[in-house]
């Protein structure tokens, strides 16, 4: 693993980076999962790279649903596990929601090998890579694989660094969505019940965090409040602001005094 000084401006950047490259060598990413990563990057850098309040309120929205649901699931993707397996862990000790190995690019291999490496960070939860499968509906193809007993049977979902048709897919099959996606544009941010326009290892801190501490009644209440329209377009006229400033100054603004959870980093 290459050695970044944590006095480098970009250091978090550039370990995030790292940690998806180590994924990519050991088979947990593909290469598809590295050029998603950059998208993710650009948005995060118009963002400003912190955690805006438009995103901890989606976060608080989604801790409400994992804690609150019949059968909350907690989706695990390649670039997903790379990037935040410890954060991951910690979210689903939080809530006690189950976590699913769930990919685009299937191949029972790779979801062995995610599912294994989870298992060694300690994950809980894990439903079993062999757990009996069935398809999601409208989604042909190993794309729409699913475990019986997870998320076919969810009534809400996480999911991370997410395909827009998976997400429609489930939002169709009535469950409700929560994605972690950095391009508001994006389909699946579009089409998501709960939008998360955050980095994924940030929003999954923030979400551990405030498990903790809410409260069954608080949870009804920030599920009942939310306002996904809302929260889009907040995330907008952020990202609209620092440009309208950068076009103006010709220069970016400075940090805006969000939220940056480092996490494991
Ligand atoms: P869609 O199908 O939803 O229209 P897409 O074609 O961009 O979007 P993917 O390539 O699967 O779909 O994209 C994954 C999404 O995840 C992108 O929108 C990207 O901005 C976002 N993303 C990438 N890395 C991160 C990250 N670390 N945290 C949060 N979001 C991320």
Not at 182 to 191: C, D, E, H, I, V
Request: charged share 25%; aromatic share 6%; net charge neutral.
């Amino acid at each position: 693993m290459t050695r970044i000084p944590r006095s480098h401006p970009r250091y978090r950047s550039l370990m995030i980076r790292e940690r998806l490259v180590e994924g990519f060598k050991r088979g947990l990413v593909v290469p598809e999962g590295l050029i998603a990563h950059g998208r993710g990057e650009a948005f995060d850098y118009l963002l400003g790279e912190v955690s805006h309040p438009f995103a901890l309120e989606a976060e608080r929205a989604t801790v409400a649903w994992l804690l609150t649901a019949r059968r909350p699931v907690i989706s695990v993707n390649g670039n997903y596990a790379a990037l935040a397996a410890r954060e991951i862990r910690g979210l689903a000790e939080a809530t006690g929601a189950m976590v699913e190995v769930n990919l685009f690019y299937r191949t029972e291999e790779r979801v062995k090998r995610i599912w294994r490496y989870l298992d060694e960070v300690g994950v809980p939860n894990l439903l079993p890579w062999d757990c009996e499968k069935t398809h999601i509906p409208g989604l042909e193809s190993p794309r729409g694989i699913t475990c019986r007993d997870g998320i076919a049977s969810a009534d809400f979902v996480l999911l991370a660094i997410e395909d827009g048709d998976r997400t429609e897919a489930l939002v169709r099959a009535g469950k409700v969505v929560s994605a972690i996606d950095l391009n508001p544009f994006s389909r699946t941010a579009q089409t998501a019940s709960i939008t998360i326009v955050d980095e994924a290892i940030r929003a999954t801190v923030n979400m551990e965090r405030m498990a903790r501490s809410m409260t069954r009644e608080e949870a009804l209440e920030a599920r009942r409040s939310y306002d996904n329209l809302e929260v889009l377009k907040a995330s907008f006229a952020a990202i609209f602001e620092r440009l309208s400033h950068a076009s103006k100054a010709g220069r970016p603004p400075a940090p805006s005094g969000g939220h940056e959870p480092l996490g494991s980093l």
